[in-house]
């Protein structure tokens, strides 16, 4: 069955970066984009970026541009997502998810999601 | 970049029918998804384009849109659809971003 199975908790301090990892199982890697998104305790989901697993190209949300890299390997059917100066505020969940979309630019759709991974940030 | 509102929170009686409504001005351009997200779970999507429901997904879910709002419906409300939910579609920036709405929690009385 289709399936991502994400990396486990991270507790990390202040200033530090953090690189979660989302593995794809029960279907063809390179032909869904994936999305990262997370949610901070309380609060409502927040998109952060999209990667192509087929060549690699992303797209970020403004608010983590220059602070996030998302990667993705292949051979692995794995996507990472590594954010860097982290903060408390950056303290949430964060979930993988995949883009099911029709690929007619206009039907768009996160159809299969991970677990979640929950990344503290703390002094 | 693009927003979507919806309401904070709206209750229905069991049984009854709760319609959840997203505004933003990118949902004249591009079709809205839901996601119902129950506490200490992963988000699930329950409708997509024009008006399509996920396998598993219980046909008292319906979606539809006009203009720059797209809505949720629930006919016949269980008390296992007491949820969070949230809309989502690409940015109106025309650039491969997305964004989601501000979310909808639904309380089944």
């Known amino acids: 069955q289709v399936q991502l199975v994400q990396s486990g908790a991270e507790v990390k301090k202040p200033g530090a970066s953090v690189k979660v990892s989302c593995k794809a199982s029960g279907y063809t890697f390179t032909s869904y984009y994936m999305h990262w998104v997370r949610q901070a305790p309380g609060q409502g989901l927040e998109w952060m970026g999209i990667?192509?697993?087929?060549?690699?190209?992303?797209s970020y949300a403004q608010k983590f541009q220059g602070r996030v890299t998302m990667t993705r390997d292949t051979s692995t059917s794995t996507v990472y997502m590594e954010l860097s100066s982290l903060r408390s505020e950056d303290t949430a969940v964060y979930y993988c998810a995949r883009d099911g979309g029709a690929g007619d630019g206009y039907t768009t759709y996160m159809d299969v999601w991970g677990k979640g991974t929950t990344v503290t940030v703390s002094s | 970049s693009s927003e979507l509102t919806q309401d904070p929170a709206v209750s229905v009686a069991l049984g009854q029918t709760v319609r959840i409504t997203c505004q933003g001005d990118s949902l004249r351009s591009y079709y809205a998804s839901w996601y119902q997200q129950k506490p200490g779970q992963a988000p699930v999507l329950v409708i997509y384009?024009?008006?399509n429901r996920p396998s598993g997904i219980p046909d008292r879910f319906s979606g539809s849109s006009s203009g720059n709002t797209a809505s949720l419906t629930i006919t016949g409300a269980q008390a296992e659809d007491e949820a969070d939910y949230y809309c989502n579609s690409r940015d109106s920036s025309g650039n491969h971003l997305y964004v989601f709405g501000t979310g909808t929690k639904v309380t089944v009385l």
């Open positions: 384009g024009k008006n």
């Open positions: 990667i192509n697993p087929s060549g690699g190209s992303t």
